[in-house]
């Protein structure tokens, strides 16, 4: 049976151990290991009809709320059905063992939090924190999985419980700037730290890629997780094909850390 991690390079393996402050940057190749769809796949079932790019938009909101909202309850339906991996459970257990970790994300899930991760900052939102669309009062979801989550359901959106505009996601569109204190806390963490690990993002969004970039113009290591190439390929120290799910929980015991316990 293969080692599972001997693969990892030695170099990268004391980087972690000796590594004072680390940044781990996630896009949706690790909430794909997870089974939630990534935004670049095709919408499915009565979903398929519509572009998903289109949909994520200020003005879809406006011109077709019920729509959109239905989306995303879908959206948010499917993530409270599925469960950490074992690459968030790794980064969670990664924690424990460096003097600083900083978990940023472009993912809208909470799997990360609900793997024991901490002060995650996400630069694109959450699914989990609506806002209204009018005056940008935080709103509360009852708990739960939504009720009727199937694909192509309209679901009117609920009334602002403050001035009783529509609530809207609580995520970044197109068109909209990303969250000021998340992209600061992101932006501080990559220039200031030893490591950076980059785990299934494309390095194509931008500004969330000029991460990995910050990190290496100020003189850290970077190590990319991802199945495919990307274009941080050609500037990246170390890049590791496979799924996260196998490869982090090999990097900790390369590293001589515990790996992440299974559920």
């Known amino acids: 049976m293969k080692n599972p991690h001997q693969d990892i390079p030695a170099t990268l393996a004391r980087a972690l151990q000796e590594a004072r402050r680390v940044v781990v940057f996630t896009g949706a190749g690790v909430s794909a290991e997870s089974g939630i769809a990534t935004f670049r796949d095709a919408l499915t079932g009565l979903w398929s009809r519509f572009d998903a790019q289109a949909l994520a938009t200020p003005e879809a909101f406006r011109s077709h709320p019920d729509i959109v909202w239905g989306w995303y309850e879908w959206r948010r339906a499917q993530v409270l059905r599925a469960e ?10 990664l924690a424990r063992h460096v003097p600083g970790l900083t978990v940023v994300t472009q993912n809208v899930d909470d799997l990360h939090e609900r793997a024991g991760s901490t002060g995650v900052a996400h630069l694109h939102g ?56 998340a992209w600061n806390a992101a ?10 690990l980059s785990i299934g993002t494309s390095a194509l969004v931008y500004p969330a890629a000029e991460l990995p970039q910050r990190a290496l113009a100020a003189g850290a290591m970077v190590a ?10 050609a500037r990246a120290h170390h890049n590791l094909r496979g799924a996260a799910a196998e490869i982090m929980p090999g990097l900790l015991a390369s590293a001589g850390f515990e790996p992440p316990q299974t559920p």
């Open 84 to 93: 950490p991996n074992a690459a968030h459970r790794a980064i969670s257990q």
């Open 126 to 181: 959450s699914l989990h924190a609506p806002r209204c669309s009018a005056c940008e009062a935080p709103q509360i979801f009852a708990d739960g999985i939504p009720s009727e989550p199937e694909e192509g359901r309209r679901i009117a959106p609920p009334a602002c419980t403050r001035c009783g505009s529509a609530v809207r996601p609580g995520v970044v569109w197109f068109g909209e700037s990303l969250p000021g204190d």
């Open 187 to 196: 932006i501080h963490a990559a220039e200031h730290c030893d490591l950076l």
């Open 224 to 233: 990319q997780i991802n199945p495919a190439a990307t274009p941080l390929d």
